[in-house]
């Protein structure tokens, strides 16, 4: 499916502009269903993002957000996504909204990937919006290059649900919805900044192996148009 890059003269710009976006897009599920869905990605990225979004005028207590990955730590481990979307997204007017973490108090990454994935069940699917992000070596959502379950992670025959990543880059085990969970949202964005990160995106839109640069799975076979968010 073709993408489209929208860039901006500065984080603050993209942010308020994709808060917009969302925002609009959340209230329109919420007219037609009475409900709406976002995955979130973590890192250092949508932490500008998520503070405007938080303070979008909307019906917050009708929207679902979880995470598109999670590292298998405590939501009070400093490298936790459900740290950064606490502090960040789950402020202002969106404290309203129902979170979903990935992270389980289970024994094994495989067992609370497991219990997630019937907790998760309880958002309807597709996604209405999913925010993906991308590291320097062309990872997305926990699709990382050399991943243990990166095939069974990117094949469009794997079920929607949450599986066990691990990986020399990933640093702790991870959780990780699987591509057919996060390809077919209404709107799918990939976010990112710096002129490094364009540089990696040039590079997964060429030719190569999907395994080498996991990004491209979504770039070349998502099913929703990619809306590419940039700024320097
Ligand atoms: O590990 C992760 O990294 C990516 C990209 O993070 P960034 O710090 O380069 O913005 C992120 O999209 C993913 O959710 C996160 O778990």
């Known amino acids: 499916m073709a993408s489209t890059l929208h860039s901006f003269a500065s984080a603050a710009?993209?942010?308020?502009?994709?808060?917009?976006?969302?925002?609009?897009?959340?209230?329109a599920a919420i007219a037609a269903r009475?409900?709406?869905?976002?995955?979130?990605?973590g890192g250092s990225t949508p932490k500008v993002f998520f503070q405007a979004l938080s303070t979008r005028d909307i019906a917050?207590?009708?929207?679902?957000?979880?995470?598109?990955?999670e590292r298998f730590v405590p939501a009070d481990n400093a490298r936790s996504n459900h740290l950064l979307v606490d502090a960040n997204l789950?402020?202002?007017?969106?404290r309203a909204a129902r979170f979903l973490p990935l992270y389980q108090?289970?024994?094994?990454?495989?067992?609370?990937?497991?219990i997630a994935t019937e907790k998760t069940k309880a958002i309807s699917s597709p996604f209405d919006i999913v925010i993906l992000g991308m590291g320097g070596d062309g990872h997305t959502a926990s699709f990382f290059p050399g991943g243990s379950n990166l095939a069974k992670a990117l094949d469009a025959s794997t079920p929607r649900g949450i599986i066990t990543m691990e990986a020399e880059g990933a640093g702790e085990p991870r959780l990780?919805?699987?591509?057919?969970?996060?390809?077919?949202?209404?709107?799918l964005v990939l976010h990112i900044e710096g002129e490094g990160k364009k540089?990696?995106?040039?590079?997964?839109?060429?030719?190569?192996?999907?395994?080498e640069m996991p990004i491209r799975a979504i770039?070349?076979?998502?099913?929703?148009?990619?809306?590419?968010?940039?700024?320097p």
């Not at 942010?15 to 976006?21: C, E, M, R, V, Y």
């Not at 009475?34 to 990605?41: H, K, L, N």
């Open 219 to 231: 770039l070349r076979r998502a099913t929703s148009p990619v809306e590419i968010y940039w700024a």
């Open 105 to 114: 108090d289970a024994a094994s990454a495989e067992e609370a990937a497991r």
């Open 90 to 94: 789950l402020q202002n007017k969106a």
């Open 199 to 211: 540089d990696v995106l040039a590079k997964a839109e060429g030719s190569g192996d999907e395994a």
């Open 34 to 41: 009475g409900t709406a869905s976002i995955a979130v990605s």
């Open 60 to 69: 917050w207590d009708k929207v679902t957000i979880t995470l598109v990955d």
């Open 176 to 187: 990780t919805f699987t591509f057919s969970s996060l390809e077919d949202a209404a709107l």
């Open 13 to 27: 710009d993209l942010a308020g502009s994709l808060a917009d976006k969302v925002a609009d897009s959340l209230s």
